[in-house]
């Protein structure tokens, strides 16, 4: 026998799964057997082209009408043609010998929703191509952002309800899924070692939804097919986890795509958005997985917080080009991972809305993570864990703004607390012992030192000189926010070579008032921290102020013109607008009250679009600090959910636990303890302006 493979996840709390860790433990697993007629799994199925021409769900009908559970029956073999009637094989075409089968839509007018009773049957035919772009009404043209294809019109969903864990299944070679919207698909109150429920679960003939360590063996037929893993899926042009009207959905999914045992799968051109857990998983096997082109935007409101998350072996995978905005956690998190990925080219900002991560985690050796915009993070830009050994991981030609931390931070192994582990632990000592190679991570690199932290240029012309490993690149940045020791690295400016000594020198054309710093990369050990900034002084030894960079508006949405102009001097803004809201004992709900309010909020957040907001949960004193700090975080990504479903983009607020530690008053009485259970509203104007907060009690609930 041989082993299938689950993911262990956090159980479900008060009926919402709140997907909280994850990891993979061998099971036997067992499911239904998909085989409905006499035909044998291994033998040749014929190629239809077939036209799904019903919204409805259920078992199939001889009826006028193709339904897609029916599709997917015809096309993987179970559901013999001449079992449909007249009017629905003249639905059916054959295809030549060798083509795949595929899945075309001619839904009626307003009737292109498919509310789903139960799951669909796993996808067993090779070359199965289901495309939601021939349904009338499409508009390939509408795509105004290559990260942001248009949207689709037949919608995948779960009727209501009903539970349905997965929207499509696939388990074959060269299945692609094309243009459709999938969203609702998530489990309640499961335990806590199941499969992962998903908008899109690729794997070789997955285990059932509840498959756990005591789950019993798989039945002969499916054994033998363990090693058949699908090879080159392609999930391209889908809007997985919002419907095609762009609202947030009623009922969000738990996780995006799954891939959970596959090679050589693609997902590119994508708008993943508001899960549950991440948009993008995967699981025991992701060799050769393309991630390309997608918005990833607003993932992980209530588990799972990071937006693409990968594990188990990944050899040969990549992640490039993609608009990562937004999510909850890290924008990319790469978890004790076999193999190494390729990370180019994207847009990771906004992210750590509620956990403060790095925008970049990475466990494990010889990742390459160059040519990417990482910024507005409230944590470090990419950081390289120390345990298990992680080495050799290039960090360059990045560009990096507004971060809580280091652009590049290595983590020891002697700081192993959660944050240190999650968010990085700071600028590191120089190496001073061989043993450093082996408990941090890029094999303890040493940050370059500049000879001086101030350097005299001529004219617009600097020399630059200092020490790095011997041997090692290093790549000197120039720093716009110089408020800090280390700033974030902004802008490449050159590359030169450490010699054998450790010596290195530039000549650099910067103007004086610059600010610098540098990174070092050896291919034995990887990429450094930063050198702290050092800045560049005039002739005659004085510091020049440079003009501030430009304000940069947050946005996860592609781009509109007119743009936005911003007034350099604007005057102040005085908004007559609630500042907090107010809950009931032991609840997270937003009161009919407390929505008035929101209400109010939402509107100053879309008309002024320059505004950032953050979110202070509160709560009285009564339970433990650890259920308090709990509690406060559920009401505050309550009322953003709700700000969220209003229009308010999701990269534009932050979540901030206090739990018991900011009371009020120091008093006892039912009305404390009311205004104790709280959110805030900490309003930021970018342009740098006052705003004057009004207080309310309106929504007050006394016990």
Same mark, same amino acid.
């Given at each position: 026998m041989k082993q299938q493979w689950v993911y262990g996840i956090g159980a479900a709390v008060l009926g919402t799964p709140v997907l909280v860790g994850i990891a993979l433990s061998p099971v036997w697993s067992q499911t239904e057997p998909l085989i409905e007629s006499e035909t044998p799994l291994e033998e040749a199925v014929p190629a239809y082209s077939i036209r799904v021409t019903s919204a409805l769900d259920g078992d199939p009908v001889a009826d006028e009408q193709l339904t897609l559970r029916e599709?997917?029956?015809?096309?993987?073999?179970?559901?013999?043609?001449?079992?449909?009637s007249p009017a629905e094989q003249a639905l059916v075409e054959p295809l030549t010998d060798g083509a795949g089968s595929e899945i075309s839509f001619e839904l009626p007018e307003g009737e292109t929703t498919i509310e789903l009773v139960d799951l669909l049957p796993e996808v067993v035919v090779p070359n199965l191509v289901i495309d939601g772009t021939t349904q009338a009404g499409y508009d390939a043209e509408a795509m105004i952002d290559p990260r942001f294809?248009?949207?689709p019109v037949v919608t995948l969903t779960v009727a209501p309800g009903q539970e349905v864990a997965r929207g499509l299944s696939i388990a074959a070679d060269g299945v692609v899924v094309r243009g459709l919207s999938i969203y609702g698909f998530r489990t309640t109150d499961r335990a806590t070692q199941t499969t992962p429920p998903s908008d899109i679960f690729i794997s070789a003939l997955a285990p059932p939804v509840d498959a756990s360590p005591l789950t019993p063996p798989l039945p002969m037929f499916r054994l033998s097919r363990q090693d058949t893993v699908p090879q080159g899926v392609v999930v391209e042009q889908n809007w997985l986890g919002l419907p095609p009207s762009d609202e947030f959905p009623e009922v969000p999914s738990a996780f995006g795509v799954t891939v959970f045992n596959s090679t050589d799968a693609v997902i590119r051109n994508n708008r993943i958005e508001h899960h549950d857990g991440s948009a993008i998983i995967s699981g025991f096997q992701a060799n050769g997985l393309q991630i390309s082109e997608n918005a990833i935007v607003g993932n992980g409101l209530a588990g799972m917080p990071d937006a693409i998350r990968l594990e188990g072996t990944i050899a040969g995978s990549a992640i490039t080009d993609n608009?990562?905005?937004g999510n909850d956690g890290s924008g990319i998190y790469l978890f004790k991972p076999e193999g190494a990925s390729q990370i180019t080219g994207n847009t990771i900002q906004y992210n750590g809305r509620r956990f403060f991560r790095s925008a970049v985690y990475v466990m494990g050796s010889d990742h390459q993570i160059n040519d990417n915009f990482i910024g507005f993070q409230p944590g470090p830009g990419v950081v390289v864990a120390a345990h298990p050994d992680s080495d050799r991981n290039l960090i360059r030609q990045n560009r990096f703004a507004q971060l809580d931390g280091l652009s590049i931070d290595l983590v020891t192994q002697g700081n192993a607390g959660v944050q240190d582990f999650q968010r990085g632990d700071g600028p590191n000592p120089p190496r001073n012992s061989h043993n450093r190679r082996q408990e941090t991570g890029n094999g303890a690199i040493n940050a370059p030192r500049f000879d001086s932290y101030r350097f005299t240029g001529t004219g617009d012309t600097v020399t630059v000189t200092g020490r790095a490993d011997p041997g090692s690149e290093v790549d000197l940045y120039l720093v716009v926010e110089d408020d800090r020791p280390y700033g974030p690295l902004a802008e490449v400016i050159t590359t030169v070579s450490a010699g054998d000594d450790g010596r290195f020198s530039a000549d650099l054309e910067v103007p004086p008032g610059s600010h610098l710093s540098a990174i070092a990369s050896d291919p034995s050990y990887g990429t450094s921290e930063p050198a702290p900034v050092a800045a560049v002084l005039d002739a005659d030894g004085s510091l020049p102020v440079l003009p501030p960079p430009a304000v940069e508006i947050p946005s996860c949405a592609p781009p509109e013109p007119p743009e936005i102009v911003v007034d350099p001097e604007p005057e102040p803004l005085v908004l007559e607008v609630p500042r907090n809201i107010h809950f009931a004992l032991d609840r997270s709900d937003i009161s009919a009250e407390s929505a008035e309010i929101l209400d109010q909020i939402a509107e100053v957040m879309l008309e002024f679009p320059f505004l950032t907001l953050e979110l202070h949960g509160h709560t009285d004193p009564r339970? !433990?600090?650890?259920?308090?700090?709990?509690? !406060?975080?559920r009401r505050a990504n309550a009322a953003r959910n709700y700000l969220i479903a209003q229009g308010v983009p999701p990269e534009r607020m932050q979540i901030v636990p206090f739990g018991l530690t900011q009371r009020l008053s120091d008093e006892s009485s039912r009305l404390a303890y009311a205004r104790d259970r709280r959110v805030e509203f900490v309003f930021t104007d970018l342009r740098g302006v006052?705003?004057?907060?009004?207080?309310?009690e309106d929504d007050l609930q006394l016990e």
């Open positions: 599709a997917l029956k015809l096309a993987n073999g179970t559901l013999p043609l001449d079992a449909l294809p248009p949207a608009l990562i905005c339970a !433990s600090a650890a259920y308090n700090l709990a509690l !406060s975080e006052d705003i004057i907060f009004v207080d309310q």
